[in-house]
């Protein structure tokens, strides 16, 4: 059992020091014991440990902390920065970013992560700039689905639309549905942008309808009002029953990096190998009173019957 977690260790410490980087963690499945909440809080930004302890249910906490640990991890690995000396901020409109002076060969680094139910995802680029997004694309909703699909209605543009409506069955129109979705918010989130982005100005051509955990899709193409965008690339993947999306925008050379990302997959990693990746800041202490307030919290609301 020892050997085994050591060498999962490894091989996470290893998919953290490319230069791309892909990782996954099941948020939900995590259940703290006390120390490993209490070294978590440790190891995140004063002001980030008190937006976590904000949070009304557990689930919420967890994901957030889970963000935190995997942006830190991450970006001290792949810029070879002592992991408490990594400084975060976030623009205006709440996207993280470094604030560290970055190695000459790294000044495009960029790094997002997403969460929603069981996942929290990281994408890092050492060169190009990133957006990811993940959904859970099975879940029942809880309107019908033609009165979902009507409220939704301007986000996608009728070339969408036939493309989602096509699908043979309601399950798969809602992944598709889904699918589109996350596209959308990884530009978004590439960007930077908030909450106010036309999502009908993205116009997404799906070449590859079909899409399998395991397997990376990278041939859709986005037309920007009415434009092909080739700077843009994309790779698509299911997590279990979740959506996951990662945009790269690369003025450059767009071939070379769609080359580059066919080897990209998300890494699944477990709490207790990313913690062993995470330092305590210098001026944190072991804070009890923290732990005891997330474990009096409900891990999610009640639902009524
Ligand atoms: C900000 C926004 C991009 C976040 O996306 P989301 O799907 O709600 O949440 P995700 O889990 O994917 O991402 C959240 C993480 O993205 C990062 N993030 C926050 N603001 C961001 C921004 N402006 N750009 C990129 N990343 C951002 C953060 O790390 C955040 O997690 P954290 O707060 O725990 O650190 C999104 O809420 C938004 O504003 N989208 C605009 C799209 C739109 O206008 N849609 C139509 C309206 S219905």
Redesign the pocket.
């Known amino acids: 059992m020892e050997s085994e977690l050591s060498s999962k260790v490894s091989q996470c410490k290893r998919s953290l020091s490319r230069k791309s980087l892909r990782l996954a963690v099941k948020s939900q499945a995590w259940q703290p014991t006390q120390s490993e909440w209490m070294l978590a809080a440790q190891c995140v930004q004063s002001e980030e440990k008190a937006r976590i302890g904000k949070f009304v249910f557990q689930k919420d906490c967890k994901?957030?902390m889970i963000?935190?640990l995997l942006i830190r991890a991450a970006s001290a690995h792949m810029l070879n920065i002592a992991y408490p000396d990594i400084k975060l901020t976030r623009?205006e409109?709440?996207?993280?970013q470094i604030l560290n002076t970055l190695p000459a060969d790294y000044q495009h680094y960029s790094f997002?992560?997403?969460?929603?139910e069981d996942f929290v995802v990281l994408a890092a680029e050492k060169e190009r700039e990133v957006?990811v997004?993940?959904m859970n694309s099975i879940s029942q909703r809880g309107d019908s689905m033609p009165k979902f699909f009507s409220l939704m209605k301007r986000?996608l543009t009728d070339r969408e639309w036939t493309t989602v409506t096509s699908q043979p069955t309601e399950r798969e129109q809602m992944k598709m549905f889904y699918r589109h979705w996350c596209l959308k918010?990884s530009v978004?989130?590439t960007l930077?942008?908030?909450?106010?982005?036309e999502?009908g100005k993205l116009d997404f051509r799906i070449q590859t309808t079909d899409l399998q955990p395991n397997h990376i899709v990278q041939d859709t193409t986005v037309h920007i009002e009415g434009k092909l965008d080739t700077d843009w690339s994309f790779e698509e993947t299911m997590l279990e029953d979740h959506c996951a999306v990662v945009a790269i925008r690369n003025q450059q050379n767009n071939n070379q990096s769609k080359e580059t990302n066919s080897r990209n997959s998300f890494h699944l990693c477990s709490v207790p190998e990313l913690l062993t990746c995470c330092v305590p800041l210098a001026g944190s202490s072991p804070d009890l009173e923290y732990w005891k307030t997330f474990s009096a919290k409900l891990e999610k609301p009640v639902r009524m019957s």
């Not at 409109?93 to 993280?96: A, E, V």
């Open positions: 994901s957030a963000g935190r623009t409109r709440g996207k993280p997002n992560i997403s969460h929603q957006g997004d993940v986000h918010e978004v989130k930077g942008i908030g909450i106010g982005y999502f």
